[in-house]
């Protein structure tokens, strides 16, 4: 007992240490700016440089906040220590086509993101990983300590950091929940997925196990994301998976991720009458699956047995970026896989292209294809339907209750759930009459201006606006 109550001492004594030393530290690094009365706007965002959907969001965000407010000064927390800010900035000029005020942005470059990594913890990965961003924070928290707080990569854990120790006001946007609903239900029913391997849904006991952790992480997850005073959600199924697990409605606010529409329905097709050429847009995480797009054509190569010609006309484009070395890994080990279904001839894989060469390949394409199970929303789907490819998504998550709609008469794409359902909406496409096509095309193009630049801009400043009060 007594020993429990030193150790509470202990920890108190070190956090309120901890807490005036950064109060002090945030004092003398905004005195010594020229404008005393400057906001400074935090936003965690350990892999900007990354060049995948939630960075576009990161950019758009930037870009809003500085049209909006004229005395805000940015201050991005990043990992990407081996990048310049003039390199940082001029890829999302790239890859985004976003120009931003580079003269009030600052970043500040954190050495510990080797913390929040996956790869480094086999097990309880997201307890650890969780754990890994308090240091990470920490570490941007002293460094910086900013008036206002944004996260816009999901790191829940860093908002009691800012909040209680640098008294900074905290708001966030929330791609994907790092536990959801239907993580637990994956588990409960003993299914096995990227997130739950098939040794532990094949025991009993190691179910009940990862159930109790995973409804103990979900507790501490939801007292962590409820220091934030504004939560942006993404997708109607991550509200629904924040609003059952917060039961606090009122300070969620479902704000679509922005997305180039006005440029890309512009677009015209410029590919060779006799290509058909099936493009997927998406990193190369686990979760995006992209075995299953291989496994796609294998199952589209079956149905076309008897039509070789036609089959010779079909080529697969999987263009995605790669963070790290873990993804290149799995590029690679993608390649493998393609040459031993004795697909080489028919897939090409293309890595961090630029925004141009991106344009290039959607005028050239006929039809998309998206993998991920739970997608959260689908950047890269509402641009392939701008562009006016026809989409093939997973049924589920964010396409499913946003984006595609397959009734009849308002049809904008197609859903799919395994290989063979994925191959058969290509044939359908492949066979169906070019006025069919031209119009599940139009209605895409239609359907995707709620999803615009400017929509997304003018509800991400509605949702913070609380915070700059």
């Not at 080489?344 to 344009?359: A, G, K, P, W």
Request: with cysteine; aromatic share 12%.
């Amino acid at each position: 007992f007594w020993l429990l109550i030193w150790l509470l001492i202990i920890t108190a004594t070190i956090f309120i240490c901890l807490r005036q030393w950064i109060q002090h530290n945030k004092k003398i690094i905004q005195g010594t700016q020229s404008k005393k009365d400057r906001l400074y706007v935090g936003i965690f965002h350990p892999y900007c440089n990354a060049g995948g959907g939630g960075e576009r969001v990161l950019w758009c965000a930037v870009r809003a906040l500085q049209n909006k407010y004229d005395n805000i000064k940015i201050v991005i927390y990043t990992g990407d220590i081996d990048s310049t800010p003039s390199s940082i900035l001029q890829k999302a000029k790239n890859v985004f086509n976003i120009s931003l005020e580079v003269d009030k942005i600052t970043f500040v470059f954190l050495n510990q993101r080797h913390w929040v990594e996956a790869r480094k913890y086999p097990h309880f990965t997201l307890l650890c990983q969780s754990l890994g961003s308090i240091v990470l924070g920490l570490e941007a928290v002293c460094k910086f300590p900013p008036d206002i707080f944004i996260d816009t990569m999901g790191y829940s854990f860093t908002f009691p950091v800012f909040r209680y120790l640098a008294g900074s006001r905290v708001g966030c946007y929330v791609h994907y929940p790092v536990i959801s609903t239907d993580m637990l239900k994956k588990v409960q029913y003993r299914q096995s997925s990227f997130n739950n391997k098939a040794y532990v849904a094949r025991n009993p006991f190691l179910t009940w196990l990862k159930l109790s952790y995973y409804r103990l992480f979900s507790k501490t997850y939801k007292w962590v994301t409820r220091c934030s005073e504004t939560i942006m959600v993404n997708s109607t199924w991550t509200e629904n998976n924040i609003v059952d697990l917060l039961n606090d409605p009122l300070k969620i606010h479902r704000v679509y991720p922005p997305c180039e529409t006005k440029h890309l329905t512009s677009l015209e097709h410029t590919g060779k009458d006799d290509e058909i050429l099936i493009v997927s847009v998406g990193q190369f995480r686990p979760e995006k699956n992209h075995p299953l797009q291989l496994q796609v054509l294998y199952e589209l190569r079956t149905l076309l047995a008897r039509d070789e010609a036609l089959w010779n006309r079909i080529k697969l484009l999987i263009v995605g970026s790669c963070r790290h070395e873990e993804d290149y890994e799995r590029l690679r080990n993608m390649q493998d896989l393609a040459k031993h279904l004795s697909l080489e001839n028919s897939i090409e894989f293309r890595v961090n292209v630029t925004y141009d060469e991106l344009l290039k390949i959607f005028q050239q394409a006929k039809i998309g294809i998206h993998t991920m199970w739970n997608e959260h929303f689908g950047i890269g789907i509402v641009e392939c339907m701008a562009a006016g490819l026809i989409m093939i998504a997973h049924r589920s998550g964010g396409p499913l209750l946003d984006i595609i709609e397959t009734s009849e008469g308002s049809q904008n794409g197609f859903l799919a759930t395994d290989a063979v359902e994925y191959a058969a909406s290509i044939l359908n496409i492949i066979l169906n009459s070019a006025e069919a096509n031209k119009n599940i095309v139009s209605s895409a193009r239609s359907s995707v201006e709620r999803f615009s630049e400017k929509e997304f801009d003018e509800q991400f400043i509605r949702a913070l606006s609380p915070l700059f009060v």
